[in-house]
Each structure stands twice: as structure tokens, then as C-alpha cells.
């Protein structure tokens, strides 16, 4: 790909620590992986790039491009049964006019078998859309604009209510992304447009999580240091708080994927650099930020060898592990899988080799109820478009 999300984002990260990420090799763990589907670039799309949403037994991982659609980028909605490589796709994405294009996140479900995700281009205002699946139907709910905001880069997440909320990366009042709210009567509302102080960042492009009302997430560039932060908007006021700034160096920089909650009070996330005095020379980090005292605590710093840089989120079994991704790194240079457990040792579960198994994993994984991990990797496989994979514990 040579278009402008590749400039913007892979180009901003991929070259950063290549060199520095095949120092060595980690020992092998007992886990098992296994190679569900291999995206051929067609029909099924090509270039997953969001967390697989795990619902009834079925995965839906939207791709970036892909399809049958002459659009730039498309993409697709593609659904497989787990731990079977079957796979076929729901949507086919058409582009401008008609409902978007390059879906980049995930999708998330009401229970009531109807999906929702965001593409980040297309649309009639060419700034991505809010789209909704029920069935094989699509619709588009909300086509972005510069003004409300557009490039929506992360995926949703939905209350009990049934309203959407999510950033865009870039547009707004002052154009540098904004956090917005979709409700269940197709309402549209921008809860906080970035820009507004030289402080409170610039450039979400991760999902949110809520709690008791608040909105948190992060942006990648900007605050105090110019290296993101971490924010806190509340839903009812439109009050946006910045509770951390990064400083690019030990505590990390540029954090893309979003946070989780660890129900205690605090939220975990990544940085795709820092961990270094260095700064933007580092692998990244993943961090602990306590909401109620804003201090930051940084929980492993990535070598190289065990990963480097983490573009997505993390998922939690609800033990105090987690689970992510890191996009580089690992024994061979494209990426793994990791762990890191409650006493915060990290182990990397698996390292791609950009074989048949995929190459470069930019989302995050996702957790079933037996404990298997769930994943795609962006690229690599058996035509170069990226696979999806199962880790068995």
C-alpha cells in the first residue's frame, strides 16, 4: 500500500526500531498457534487491521482493503467460524458515495445481532462513516466531515443504551481529532474537539473505554511534551481532562492502541516508542495510570527482542493478565504475541515469522472463555494479506 494511512501511520512507526528489534531471540513457549485463514486480497479483503470481535462463536474482522469494489482501499467484513479455516465475507465495502472505505478497527456487537464500526474513508464527505450491519444489510449511519470530524482510525465501543462513542484522528473544530458520541436515535454529537489548548493532544486514533460516565483514551501526539497523553472526557459536561502527558523517553511516547481497565482503578495501555532516555530510539512500554492520583507507572519496558512497538490496546482475562501485540519485534523481526501476567512478567506466547503464520499483527487479540487468543496479522501468509491466528494456552 502507498496511501496516505500508510504515510501517516505505518511510515510513522515501522521504520522507528527495525534494527533494534532482532537482537536476539526469546526461548519458545508451551502455546500453540494455529493459522485459521489466510486473506487472499479479493472478495474476503486483504490487510486486517482491527481486533477480531469474538460473537457466538463466530469472528468478524473488517479488512482494510480488498473486495470487488475499483474504490481506493475498500475493504471488507469477513466472519469466520473459530477454530476452523473457513471464512467468507459479510460485506463488501463500495467507497465514495455510497458507505465508506478502510475500515481499520474492530467492530462492536448490541447483542442483538447487529454490528457497528467506523471506515476511514469514503462516505459522502470522503471522512470515513459510522456504518451498521444487520444481517448481510449495511447501512451508514453517520458520514464524517472535516468540521464534526473525520479519519476515524479506532474502533467504537457501545453502552448498555445502545450509544456509540469513538474518536476521529483528525478534523474538528480545530482540527486535531475529536471524541464523539453516536446515540440509539441517530443523533450525532462531538463531546470534545482536540486543539482547543496547546496541551490536551492531538491525534486519537484508538477506541475508548468507559466508566461511571467518563470517556478515557489517548492521543498520539501533543501535551505537554508533545509525545500524547492520556485524557479523560465526561460524557454529560464535555469536559476533557488530561491526566497524563508523555515525555517520549522512559515512560514512552506516542501511545496508539487504546486502555483497559483493570477494575481497581487502573487503566493500562501501550506506547509504540519511548522506554528509552532516548526517546523515540526505545521500543515502547506498556504503562499503569492510577485515575484517581494520575501518576503513571511504567510496567515493562520492550527490548526488541521480546517485541516491539505496541500499536494496539491490550484485553484482560480478568485475573490481572494481559494481552497484546507488539507490530516489530520478536525472534524474527515481524511481530508477537505476548503476556503479561499479574506479577508483570512478560512472555512472549509467539513470534512471526512472516511465513504462512502472517507478518506484523497492528490490532490487538481477543480472549474467549477457554483462554484462546484471538488475532490478526496484518500482513504475511500464504498471499501476503494478512492471516488470522488462534494462540491455544
Known sequence: MTDKLQRNRIARFAALSLACAMLAVPAATAQTFKELYAFTGGLDGGGPWGTPLLNGGILYEPTFHGGSAAADYAGTVSVFITNASLGTYLYDFQGQPNDGSAPMGGL?????????????????????????????????????????GKD?????????AGNLYG???????????????FSAFDSFVQLYSFGNDKYDGIGPASSLVSQ???????????????????????????????????????????PVGGLVSDGQGNLYGTTSTGGSPKGHKGNGVIF?????????????????PDGSQPLAGLATDGQGNFYGTTYIGGAKGYGTVFELNSAGTLTTLYSFTDGTDGAY???????????????????????????????LP
Open 152 to 160: 476515524p482510525e479506532g474502533g467504537l465501543i457501545i453502552d448498555a
Open 212 to 254: 461511571k460516565g467518563v470517556l478515557y483514551g489517548v492521543t498520539t501526539e501533543g501535551g505537554e511534551y508533545g509525545w500524547g497523553t492520556i485524557f479523560a472526557v465526561d460524557i454529560k459536561t464535555k469536559l476533557e481532562t488530561v491526566l497524563y502527558s508523555f515525555h517520549g523517553k522512559k515512560d514512552g511516547g506516542t
Open 288 to 304: 499503569m495510570l492510577n485515575i484517581k492520583s494520575k501518576q503513571c507507572t511504567v510496567v515493562h519496558t520492550f527490548t526488541g
Open 361 to 391: 499483527p497492528y490490532g490487538g487479540v481477543t480472549l474467549d472463555s477457554s483462554g484462546n487468543i484471538y488475532g490478526a496479522a496484518t500482513q504475511g501468509g500464504e498471499y501476503g494479506q494478512g492471516t488470522l491466528f488462534e494462540i
Open 108 to 148: 462492536v456487537t448490541d447483542g442483538f445481532g447487529d454490528f457497528f464500526g467506523t471506515t476511514t474513508q469514503g462516505g459522502f464527505s470522503l471522512g470515513g462513516t459510522i456504518y451498521e450491519i444487520t444481517g448481510d444489510t449495511e447501512s451508514v449511519l453517520y458520514n464524517f466531515t472535516e468540521r464534526g
Open 167 to 181: 474518536t476521529t484522528s483528525s478534523g474538528g473544530t480545530n482540527g486535531s481529532g475529536t471524541v464523539f458520541a
